[in-house]
């Protein structure tokens, strides 16, 4: 599906933002492994935890919705059944990633596999921690699915992160939960943290500081129920969008304010931008509102220690620094040319047709702003968040923009394009 988007107006409005995709994903899997039906309430509708909860379903687990609460019946001492299928994960590494260190120590055969973006993607940071535990795992040349999984008796390690990923991290707590021992991570454990939280909520302890996370292995979790507040990488757009055109106000409830999560906030006021968050709810995640207003921007430099709290949203930032006034540069953010596509090239292609120059690095990009948008054609790579991030810059263009494979906003924001109308409107 191709979008054609022009010059806005107005941009104004309180929409409802969808759940968080991070704790969509990891409400299930936990209510998964508890014992006793545990309740997600408005879970995110989009593809990806769809893509969890089709993986949960083909391994024996009841899943069902009644309005806004999804039920799930965890397995607790029963076990799994062997999948029958293929476990598709369609788009979602968070999916593929964090069912590898689920699926490790338990007693089945399991193939992974995704859709053509995800095979792209690597797998081997995953399974190398994992195996260090004794887990058994076939990847295609060595690093990516299909990839098939031989549960087997985990033991607790000692390891040292190198990259500041929460996929990975929520792996090896998974298949902690099942190794005889304490399991100790340290390194790079600052990304978000919404595993380290739920998990107490599901009745397991875990033991977490700046340097190290402990999690003994063999405990039982307990059913819960999690309410998902609403997401900010997703909230991010709007933001962006408000700050950008002139005369806007955004206000918007119920938003996940945890520290990890809100970089991208934080990066944009230093920018200059008008934001006012306030904190409502403290536990067991950070929750608030967010109000935003039009405002004149500055350039910003992003390192590699700010990178994990707003990686999601690095493409959007791109586009905030064309208009932003001086030099932005991101640098640290080489896991940007791993996610759902190579997000430095596909930013840095899509803004050269919009009439920006941009100079890339391996791990970053830098901008001096400010520059003239002009519409272009967009090739989103099937990535939601680029088509999204440049749906934004059509948003403060010259001429009509066209966003090509519109549809993949689907992953994580499926009603983002009637939502952008509706705020366009208002
Ligand atoms: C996610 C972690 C991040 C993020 C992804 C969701 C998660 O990936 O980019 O959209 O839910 O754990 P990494 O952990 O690989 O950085």
Redesign the pocket.
Known sequence: MKKTLSRAKKFQGRPRIPGD??IS?RGLILGALAAGTSEVVDILEGEDVQSTARCLKELGVGISKIGNRTLIEGIGERGFLTPKNVLDCGNS??TMRVMMGVLAGRDLTATLTGDASLVKRPMKRVSEPLMKMGAQFKLTQDNFAPLTVTGTQLHAVDYELKIA????K?AILMAALCADGATKITGEIG??DHTERLLPHFGCAIEVSDQSIRLRGGQKLKANKVEVPSDPSTAAFWIGAASLIPGSVLELENISLNPTRIGFIYALQKMGASIEIKIVKELPEPVGTVRVLAAQLRGIKITKEQVPSL??ELPLLAVLATQAHGVTEVRGAE?LRV?ESDRIEMVATNLRAMGIEIETFDDGFKIIGPQKLTGAEIQSDHDHRIAMAFSVAALVADQETVIHDAECVAVSYPRFYETLEELIQS
């Open positions: 995709k991070s994903h590494g968070t990923s929460a996929q990975i929520t990304s978000r990686i999601d896991e996610k």
